[in-house]
């Protein structure tokens, strides 16, 4: 990273990012170079029991390594990733979308960032399209799109130029988690609102294909919704099931696949619910250890499959599987 692009990036989060919300508000998906015809990144295709499962590398964003630490005196998340031998002050993340073959349905687990494109990141989002061409999949046979949470790097390739992307599948959100998103954002310009911004422009061309589902629901036979509030008041995980296999896709449970599971206490600076974040990371990771599960998560580095276990200290190890 060039230090022009460092400082640039600096100087926008630290100030021209919220002074720009109004106008991003008011027409939150300016069209972007690219479209979605950006050519494909990395694509990870492999099965669980009689699904077939496949990663699409959408997005890569970078963000100030204090967002992983909100709780934590300054210089926390530096340290702990000093000692892993990674670059300090910005992090460069992923996101992964997840399709899931079984049966006849073609199922997405959320939809990547779309055509959004926030004033800091690169245009270098919004790859899912282009990952569905590059293994035959047209948008139009996606039979069911499961939203996790309202977050734009989630619901960002849901709908485009007021039309939905994938318009014969059936839709699902979390009750709450469609609520919160279809409400109008705040007049203060802060990162909240601007995010309800982008949900509310995203959302309203699907807002009728959506059914709301709860702990517990499947989406599909072998894909279960799972409560796992925090990160989000409603964000949902993901439990796939195909014979005596099973995968728990965590999405955001741990953003960072070392700051969550080293120091599952330490706040994301974008929680909605730091404490329930807490409980949910513990419970999930400590599920994923007693049950010997792969685990997946939304932001961990491609293709961001992998296990759990629990080190002496009472902490979890993430640690990457080879699925190719
Ligand atoms: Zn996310």
Not at 2 to 25: C, D, E, F, Q
Not at 44 to 63: C, K, P
Not at 91 to 110: P, R, S, W, Y
Not at 302 to 322: A, N, W
Request: proline share 6%; glycine share 10%.
């Amino acid at each position: 990273m060039s230090y022009l692009t460092v400082n640039r990036r600096k100087a926008l989060l630290g100030g021209a990012l919220l002074a720009a919300a109004p106008a991003l508000l008011a027409g939150t998906t300016a069209a972007r170079a690219g479209g979605t015809d950006l050519p494909m990144r990395a694509v990870a295709r492999f099965s669980l029991g009689d699904m077939r499962l496949t990663v699409i590398d959408d997005l890569l964003f970078t963000v100030p390594t204090a967002i992983f630490g909100a709780n934590q005196p300054a210089g926390s998340v530096d340290k702990l990733f000093a000692k892993y031998g990674l670059p300090q002050e910005f992090a460069n993340m992923q996101a992964q979308v997840l399709l899931v073959e079984t049966g006849d349905a073609k199922v997405l687990i959320d939809t990547g960032m779309g055509d959004i494109t926030l004033p800091d990141s690169t245009p270098d989002n919004g790859r899912l399209f282009a990952g569905l061409k590059a293994v035959g999949v047209a948008p139009e046979d996606i039979t069911h799109v499961f939203l996790t949470h309202g977050h734009y790097d989630h619901l960002g390739g849901v709908s485009q130029n007021g039309k939905p992307c994938f318009p014969n599948a059936a839709h699902f959100m979390p009750e709450s988690e469609l609520a919160y998103w279809t409400a109008a954002p705040g007049t203060e310009a802060n990162f909240e609102n601007l995010m309800i911004g982008y949900a509310n422009d995203k959302l309203a061309p699907v807002k009728d294909m959506i059914k709301t589902v709860k702990d517990g629901d499947e989406i599909v036979p072998g894909i279960t919704a799972i409560a796992a509030p925090g990160h989000t008041l409603g964000h949902m995980a993901v439990m796939l099931t195909s014979g005596d296999e099973s995968l728990l896709h965590m999405i955001d449970t741990s953003v960072h696949y070392i700051v969550g599971t080293n120091e599952p206490t330490w706040a994301l600076g974008i929680e909605h619910d730091p404490e329930a974040a807490v409980a949910t990371r513990r419970k999930l990771f400590g599920r994923a250890v007693e049950e010997n599960l792969l685990v997946a998560g939304y932001h961990f580095p491609f293709p961001g499959i992998g296990r759990m276990s629990q080190k002496e200290d009472g902490t979890y190890l993430y640690t990457p599987v080879s699925v190719a």
